[in-house]
């Protein structure tokens, strides 16, 4: 359990160096395995970014001239259009000044467009059009070129290939291809999780497993919830005014503008990350806690007063008889202001989790602001589930797909293979930090669930909709849907493979109109037109099936013939195979 103890130091001294090299390491290996010819490859990168700025600067000069060619062809219809017009005018006997200059002068600067135009300007664009489509030639067959030199490095590439890397630096962790039934099953029935908290929300990126037998799953996705927004309006009248002009009483009109507004329902997106941690710890015990805005401060006097003042306030508290928690202050005076779970339901089950040992390391990750991520993250714990909600798992990318590390650069490749899961698994080992932190957290479940061997290879509800986002939204969304669509599932059966409907859920817009009185200031009462959206909802539902991308029997990997073969055999007409996770996938 050496990755678990004090995680905050663990991570700066051993892991983070030990994950970066063994990425660096890995990469240099599929290289290697791939036969890639390095120094081939960056020599058509750099032929290619050359030619590229070549085709820039041809498409630039390519430009101009044609700014050029305008000028000139206005110059020549304008030229010609004077002259035109003098002519005439001397034909019909009508007296101009300067008739005489503006002929010349009109046909001169057309000749001279006409001979700019067509000598000089018309040829060297030509000239230019050709480079430009040569260079674009050019670019297409290098790019390509690089591309088949990067193949056999590409196809080497898997879903497994980020989680591969943290099984080795934290092989203490066991870690899911997929979020299973299984597993799901045994966070809801087993600790408490209510399937129905993410009714209005849907999977596009996870990882479970367990750590000593105690299930988790970090989950990231678009939520939805019905807001407000609001439209305005406006409508220009005529106010009656009484002036005195010169003694006389006089009237006029002048405009007066009004304004109205209207408040009306409108569907509100927003991403939405959080863990999930499964445990028998304390299983009476329910608080929560919201970051703290003393964590991480300077030691400065004004900083100081405030942390004290927060912690006299606890203080207080505590010594309350009034309140509903029973709740007594630890020794830990900044334990308890920084992580401030007032709330708590149970003094000797928090103090069993919270040991001193576990407070000290707490204090650490919330107070750094240099190795990870500091105090970023909400907690809350119900019953068995243990639930977080860390903000830097919003703002980063925790795609397994291995399109993500596709390139035609090799240089460009290895820089972006290692920043990923550099950053992947710092996002993901801060994550499940605050629960490292928890020696409880960490021990060996004693009660392990039974489940079937079926429920083991089936994919979850979860699995499902990160499945399906994987797919493309743009295939399930209803054909009158204008927003973005929520997409849930439902399995209708399962065996060898996984049948499951998938519903998105949208809105179409109906543009209405309101109408709201307003007064001008002469009091007369005018009817503001104000136009508005109405979000309908639609669904529409559409069928998957998922099929393991290995043998349940054999645990012998399968090939995209395979699984067509299988399917076939079966009568299931499925269409557009893809490879998602651990899964090939495909329409009904």
């Not at 200059?101 to 006409?114: P, Q, R, S, T």
């Not at 002009?245 to 007066?256: A, F, L, N, S, W």
């Not at 801060?430 to 392990?448: D, E, G, H």
């Not at 393991?548 to 499925?574: C, K, Q, V």
């Amino acid at each position: 359990m050496a990755s678990f103890a004090a995680p905050l130091d663990a991570y700066a001294q051993r892991l983070r160096r030990e994950h970066f090299l063994l990425a660096r390491k890995t990469l240099d290996e599929l290289i290697q395995r791939s036969g890639v010819d390095v120094a081939a490859n960056q020599a058509t990168i750099q032929d290619l970014k050359a030619k590229q700025d070549e085709l820039k600067r041809a498409q630039r000069a390519f430009a101009a001239w044609s700014v050029f060619h305008g000028i000139l062809l206005v110059l020549l219809i304008g030229g010609l259009i004077a002259a035109g017009v003098m002519i005439a005018s001397l034909f019909l006997d009508l007296q101009f000044d300067y008739q005489v200059e503006v002929i010349c002068g009109g046909a001169g600067v057309a000749l001279l467009a006409w001979l700019l135009r067509f000598c000089w300007v018309g040829d060297a664009m030509r000239r230019t059009g050709r480079r430009v489509a040569f260079l674009e030639r050019e670019v297409a067959r290098l790019d390509a070129l690089a591309w088949e030199q990067m193949e056999p490095l590409n196809v080497l590439f898997t879903w497994d290939m980020v989680t591969d890397l943290l099984r080795q630096v934290l092989p203490e962790i066991h870690l899911d291809r997929m979020l299973s039934h299984q597993r799901l099953e045994d966070l809801v029935k087993a600790f408490g999780w209510n399937l129905s908290a993410t009714t209005d929300f849907s999977v596009q990126q996870l990882q479970s497993g367990e750590i000593c037998g105690n299930p988790f799953a970090i989950v990231k996705g678009v939520g939805t919830r019905m807001g407000e927004k609001t439209y305005s309006g406006s409508k220009t009248v005529m106010v009656r005014r009484t002036v005195r002009v010169d003694g006389k009483t006089r009237v006029k009109y002048v405009p007066e503008v009004l304004h109205a507004t209207v408040t009306k329902p409108c569907p509100e997106y927003f991403p939405v990350a959080f863990v999930l941690f499964g445990s028998e710890a304390a299983p009476n015990l329910s608080f929560s806690r919201v970051p703290s805005k003393h964590s991480g401060m300077e030691d400065s006097f004004f900083n100081r007063l405030a942390k004290r003042r927060t912690t006299k306030d606890l203080e207080a508290f505590s010594r309350s008889l009034d309140d509903e928690y029973g709740f007594t202050m630890m020794a830990n005076r900044e334990f308890e202001t920084l992580f401030y779970a007032k709330d708590r339901s149970d003094e000797r089950e928090f103090r069993l989790l919270f040991t001193p040992y576990a407070q000290q390391e707490m204090v650490k990750l919330l107070n750094d602001t240099e190795i990870g991520f500091g105090d970023n993250f909400r907690m809350v714990k119900e019953e068995g589930i243990t639930a977080t909600f860390p903000a830097h798992l919003v703002e980063t990318e925790l795609s397994l797909n291995p399109e993500h590390f596709r390139s035609n650069d090799i240089v460009a490749l290895k820089q972006h293979f290692v920043q990923h899961n550099v950053d992947y698994f710092k996002a993901f080992y801060f994550a499940l930090a605050p629960f490292f932190t928890i020696p409880l957290y960490c021990q060996q479940r004693v009660s392990l669930p039974s489940f079937s061997t079926r429920a083991a290879k089936e994919t979850s509800a979860y699995e499902n909709e990160l499945i399906a986002n994987a797919y493309g939204e743009e295939h399930f969304r209803h054909p009158s849907c204008r927003t973005p669509s929520i997409l849930k599932t439902v399995t209708r059966g399962s065996g060898d493979a996984t049948h499951f409907e998938v519903t998105a859920k949208g809105y179409r817009i109906v543009e209405r109109a309101d109408y709201v009185t307003r007064r001008d200031s002469s009091g007369n009462l005018h009817q503001v037109r104000v136009l508005w959206d109405d979000y309908i909802p639609v669904e529409h539902t559409t069928s998957l099936i998922a099929l393991p991308d290995t043998d349940a029997e054999t645990g012998e990997a399968r090939s995209f013939s395979d699984a067509e073969a299988l399917l076939n055999n079966n009568g299931i007409g499925a269409q557009a195979l893809h490879h998602i996770r651990s899964s090939y996938v495909a329409t009904l």
